[in-house]
């Protein structure tokens, strides 16, 4: 039987610090996801900094259930998340240390409450114990997973092994890549896995009982920069890996991504924080210890939300139970995701309120190696949108960004199609196709896109094409029976000639800058496979006429200094089917910025 529990927008304002929440369901509707604790007892909301849990059984009843929230302290930063003991009865809590400046002191300390503390107001810790880091590396690793009670001398030794990882991963990199960002890790028992940037360049490394250390798969840029924080879980002694929208295996044999061919996929979270329960996306669940009454349980969770892009899974193989969290749903300017939350027989729907962005498709085409096109329409005979965004190393997504180029177009009177191209990190294996192929990968593409734009034409509503940034590399290798199809060509800043070397850093000392031109090429090198630089400056260098064939809009940004649009398209400005429109920005997504502005022209034609 399913209950549905709505909660009124007025009802969503945050408290501060250990309370009851306004509404019983406020803080679950401010978390794009939500998890289940480890013994069962718990729905939770892990948000920055701050947790918020009910009982299960009490929501699965339907009752009104209390919430008690654990915000941080002044003073402190956490990595993101909390984590309790495997009884549910402690919950740890990774804590930076400042120095009397306000600075990241390099020390921290892990801190342990009491959960039935919690509950009645209590907030100071029952137990503390210490590791070293460096200043700004906290936020990007974890250190506290599996934790077992304070006083166990595996914890401590365990947080000694966390120190050693920070230690050693920065002696290994280079002076340009030393930051944070670039280090992902995770501890278990004996064993540690992390990935360090060496040498610009990503490589795996896995450290098993005291072995050396050993790359794995060090001859490439499999992981996309802009993951600040990759998910670990282990499978037997192998490292399960969520990155760039793909589920992986790290083994004695390599990396093999499990999700090739799949759409975006993600970890199941389980009972145990740290063990592989299997991964989930558009195509299903594909579960592993579940049971097959829980699979199926999951499965038609996954099946009832098809229609739209699930945000986290957590299971409780111990209980039955699965919540699937799904976006979005638009009220009030911000995005709020629901959840579903099931046991057997009972199903509960925690409905947050407010509209779907529009209805959403997930489609493949071209095969195994070819690109994914994420649709969004409303209601009516709309005209459609031809959408790809800027990159490469990331993609576009409206479940969890309230204002983006996406629902601009929505809200302006258009359908609208993503297009997720290879190179983009909707899915690894796309991130990893451009990396290996280059050019290659970007004619294969745009072959599929043409006959994509030929079948929407053919449903006989007008049609556009917005490309941003490097996205618009795709326009020049339309097939041009498909290019004339477009009613208007849209270019947002749009990538041509690439020159690091033009890069403007005043009071850069000339190493530094010496150093950032050659970390900046072999970035890009790495990013866009081998020749598409190249290919690229060496194409608009050559180009003599105007090779828009459209009528087609260009956005400029006067502090532009990645992009010279310019002088790329030098031979189009004075066509009269080519306006250039100009706005005092940095390199960017002007779409959502400059939306009426930008969106009138398409929506006039012009």
Known sequence: MLKRLAVAASLLTPTIGLCAEPHPYAAFCRSPRLEISPAGNYLVALLPDEIS????????????????????????????????????????????????????????????????????????????????????????????????????????????????????????????????????????????????????????????????????????????????????????????????????RISDAGLRDLT??????????????????????????????????????????????????????????????????????????????????????????????????????????????????????RDGARPTVVFLYGGPGGHIDPATRAKNSVQALLDAGFNVDVVHYGGSDYTFALHDRLYRQGAKSLAADARILSRHIEARRAEGRRLYLVMESFGAYFHRRLDAEALAMVDHVLLVQPAGTMDPTSVDAPGLPARQRADFVRLARTSNAALWGPGTATEETEYFKRLKGCPLVQPTTIVVGSRDDVVRPLEDYAPCLREADVEVVTYDLQHGSVLSLQTPDVVRRLVEGR
């Open 53 to 248: 849990m009910a009982s299960l059984d009490c929501v699965l009843a339907g009752g009104v259930c209390p919430v008690a929230r654990f915000a941080g302290e002044r003073g402190t930063v956490t990595t993101g998340r909390m984590y309790f003991s495997a009884d549910d009865r402690s919950l740890y809590r990774p804590v930076a240390r400042f120095d009397t400046a306000g600075r990241e002191s390099g020390q921290g300390e892990i801190r342990m409450y009491d959960t039935s503390a919690i509950w009645a107001g209590g907030r100071t810790p029952v137990a503390t114990f210490d590791f070293a880091g460096r200043r700004n590396m906290l936020g990007y690793i974890d250190v506290a997973l599996p934790l077992k009670a304070a006083d166990d001398p595996a914890t401590k030794a365990q947080s000694a092994r966390a120190s050693a990882i920070l230690l050693a991963a920065e002696a290994e990199l280079t002076q340009m890549s030393a930051n944070a960002r670039n280090i992902y890790g995770r501890i278990d028992g004996d064993r540690a896995i992390w990935l360090a940037r060496k040498d610009e360049d990503y490589s795996v490394w896995v450290s098993r009982d005291g072995a050396p250390l050993r790359p794995l798969w060090p001859n490439g840029h499999p992981f996309s920069p802009r993951t600040k924080n990759l998910r670990f879980k282990f499978d037997g002694r192998d490292a399960m890996v969520e990155a760039s929208g793909g589920v992986l």
């Open 260 to 377: 090739a061919g799949q759409s975006r996929a993600m970890l199941i979270d389980g009972d145990d924080p740290s063990t592989y329960y299997g991964y989930v996306s558009a195509e299903g669940a594909q579960g592993k210890g579940l049971g097959t009454r829980l699979s199926k349980q999951l499965n038609e969770s996954m099946h009832a939300h098809s229609a739209a892009a699930v945000l986290g899974v957590s299971v409780n193989i111990a209980s039955g139970s699965s919540v699937v969290s799904y976006a979005p749903y638009l009220m009030e300017g911000q995005n709020f995701a629901r959840h579903d939350v099931r046991r057997g027989d009972r199903r509960i729907e925690i409905d947050c309120g407010g509209a779907p962005l529009a209805e959403r498709t997930v489609k493949r085409l071209g095969g195994a190696d070819g690109l994914f096109i994420e649709s969004y329409a």
